[in-house]
C-alpha cells in the first residue's frame, strides 16, 4: 500500500507546519527527509509517498484525516491507534503494519472493531461494579447514572440534535458566531409566541406551557441566561428529535426518561450557541484558549470546556479531551473523556489530581503534567469557578473544571506552553482512584487497591501503615 500511494498536497503541507510554527528544516527533520525535498513538496514539485503520508499523518493526527485521505489510509491510522494502547507490548514498526492492512484490509477492519468493543465492554463492566457496589441488594442505579451512562456511550456526541442546532444557528447568527440572547427571545416569540420575562426568586428558568411564559432569574450571570434561552428554544425547535432519542433509549424509569430530554435540551442548547463548524475552527485558531473562546461567543468557562469535549463528529473531529467537574467535597459531578483515561465509576478520584486544588483557588488556571499507571500521560488545564447565585442569604456554588488531552496533542493545547511537556522531573504519578490504581508507592494512598494484597510489619511505619504485595507475573 504504501509503495503506490502518491499524493500532491504542497499547500496543505506547507499550513500544516505553519501552524505548528515549524521551519522547513524541523518539519523536514521529522519526517526523516532533506529541507530541499520538504520545499519541494511544498511546491507541489514532487508527490507525496506513502511512508511519508504515514509519517505525516503521525505527527498531524487530526488534521491529516481532512487533507483527502482515502479509505486505506485512514484505515492505516486507526490501527496505528489501535496498537498504540498499552495494552500491545510492541507495535511493530510503520512499514509492517502498512503491509498487514494492504494484504489483509478486512482483518485490519475486524481488529479496529474489535479494541473498540473491548472499551465498549469495559465501560459496561465499570458501570455493572458500580451498580453492584452501590446497591449490593438490587443492584439498580439511579435515575442520573443511567443518564450519565448513556451519554458516555454516545461518546457525548448526539448527531441529529448537533446538526440540526448548527442549522438553527446558521438562521438566528448574522455576523456573529453565536446567537445573541435577544435573537433567542425574538426566535422564542415569533415561531413559538413564547413570551420572556425576568423574576428573581428560587427558580433560574420556569417556563409556563398554557400561558407560553419563560421567566428566567436575573440574578443568573448573563451567559447563564443566554445558555436558559437556548435550552428553551432547543427544547421546543428539536422536541420531536428529543423525543425520539429518549423513546430508544434503555431507561429504566420515567424519572431517567424526563432526566435524558433534560439533558438532550442542554446538549443542543450548547451545540446552539457554539456551532460545531465555526466553533470547531475557532477552537484550533485560538489553540483551545478557553476564556478567549469565552468572549468569541458569550458563554461561560463551563460551558465552553464542555462544548469542547462534545467535538467528536465523525468527519471532522476535534482534539480528544477529558474534562469533569469536581466540587468542594472532591465529587465528581459531571465527566466525560474522548481520551484513554477514564475517571472512578464509584469512589474519588486521585488526591494528586490538580483539580481538588483548583477548587480552593477559584479563578485562577493551573496546568499539570500526569502519567496514568498505563504510562500515557496527560496535559491537564484546571480552574476553581464560584457561581453567584444572586442573593446574599444564598451561598454560592463553588467547584472547579479540568479539561485535558493526551500529550500528543499539547501542540493545540495553549496551556501545555506553561510546562515542560518533555520533562520528566514535572510529571505527577496519578491513578483513576485509590480503589483501581495498582501503583505500590504513593505517598497520598487512602486505602488499598481492592485486587491486591497488602502487607503491614508492626516493626515499621511508613507514611503508608501498609504496603502494597508486589502482583506476581502469570
Request: charged letters at 25%.
Amino acid at each position: 500500500m504504501s509503495n503506490k500511494r502518491r499524493l500532491f498536497a504542497g499547500s496543505q503541507v506547507s499550513d500544516l507546519r505553519k501552524a505548528r510554527g515549524l521551519a522547513q528544516q524541523a518539519l523536514a527533520r521529522q519526517l526523516g527527509i532533506s529541507a530541499s525535498y520538504l520545499s519541494q513538496i511544498e511546491h507541489d514539485e514532487r508527490p507525496l509517498t506513502g511512508p511519508l503520508i504515514d509519517r505525516l499523518a503521525g505527527l498531524f493526527p487530526l488534521d491529516w484525516h481532512e487533507l483527502g485521505a482515502d479509505e486505506g489510509e485512514r484505515l492505516a491510522v486507526a490501527v496505528r491507534k489501535v496498537v498504540a494502547d498499552p495494552l500491545f507490548d510492541k507495535a511493530g514498526d510503520s512499514g509492517q503494519l502498512d503491509r498487514f492492512v494492504e494484504q489483509h484490509p478486512q482483518m485490519a477492519s475486524h481488529l479496529v472493531q474489535l479494541h473498540q468493543a473491548l472499551r465498549d465492554m469495559t465501560m459496561r463492566l465499570e458501570m455493572l461494579d458500580e451498580a453492584i457496589s452501590a446497591d449490593n441488594v438490587s443492584g439498580s442505579r439511579l435515575p442520573w447514572e443511567q443518564v450519565r451512562d448513556w451519554f458516555h456511550l454516545a461518546n457525548n456526541y448526539v448527531d441529529v440534535l448537533d446538526r440540526a442546532a448548527e442549522r438553527l444557528a446558521g438562521q438566528l447568527c448574522s455576523a456573529a458566531p453565536s446567537p445573541s440572547a435577544e435573537a433567542l427571545a425574538a426566535h422564542l416569540l415569533a415561531h413559538f409566541s413564547v413570551s420572556l420575562h425576568y423574576e428573581a426568586g428560587d427558580q433560574l428558568r420556569q417556563f409556563d406551557g398554557a400561558a407560553n411564559q419563560l421567566v428566567l432569574n436575573p440574578g443568573q450571570p448573563r451567559e447563564s441566561q443566554k445558555f436558559q434561552l437556548a435550552h428553551q428554544l432547543a427544547a421546543l425547535a428539536f422536541a420531536g428529535e428529543i423525543a425520539a432519542l429518549v423513546d430508544g433509549a434503555d431507561l429504566a424509569s420515567p424519572a431517567a426518561r424526563q432526566l435524558l430530554s433534560v439533558g438532550l435540551s442542554n446538549y443542543a442548547a450548547g451545540a446552539l450557541l457554539m456551532p460545531y463548524g465555526a466553533f470547531r475552527s475557532s477552537a484550533r485558531d485560538l489553540r483551545h484558549d478557553i476564556d478567549w473562546l469565552c468572549q468569541l461567543y458569550e458563554t461561560s468557562f463551563e460551558q465552553t470546556c464542555h462544548r469542547l469535549s462534545t467535538l467528536q463528529r465523525e468527519e471532522a473531529r476535534g482534539v480528544p479531551f477529558f474534562f469533569c467537574r469536581v466540587d468542594m467535597a472532591g465529587n465528581i459531578t459531571k465527566r466525560h473523556s474522548a481520551t484513554r483515561l477514564q475517571f472512578a465509576r464509584f469512589g474519588g478520584a486521585c488526591p494528586l489530581w490538580q483539580v481538588h486544588e483548583a477548587v480552593a483557588v477559584p479563578d485562577r488556571i493551573q496546568v499539570q503534567l500526569a502519567e496514568m499507571p498505563d504510562g500515557v500521560r496527560y496535559v491537564s488545564m484546571t480552574k476553581g469557578l464560584v457561581k453567584p447565585s444572586g442573593r446574599f442569604d444564598r451561598l454560592p456554588r463553588r467547584y472547579a473544571i479540568a479539561l485535558g488531552c493526551e500529550i500528543e496533542h499539547a501542540h493545540a493545547f495553549v496551556y501545555a506552553d506553561a510546562i515542560d511537556t518533555r520533562s520528566d522531573k514535572g510529571v505527577t504519578r496519578i491513578g483513576v482512584s485509590c480503589r483501581l490504581c495498582p501503583r505500590e508507592v504513593c505517598d497520598q494512598r487512602s486505602y488499598p487497591p481492592t485486587d491486591r494484597a497488602i502487607a503491614v510489619d508492626p516493626d515499621r511505619r511508613g507514611v503508608v501503615p501498609y504496603a502494597i504485595v508486589a502482583q506476581q507475573p502469570g
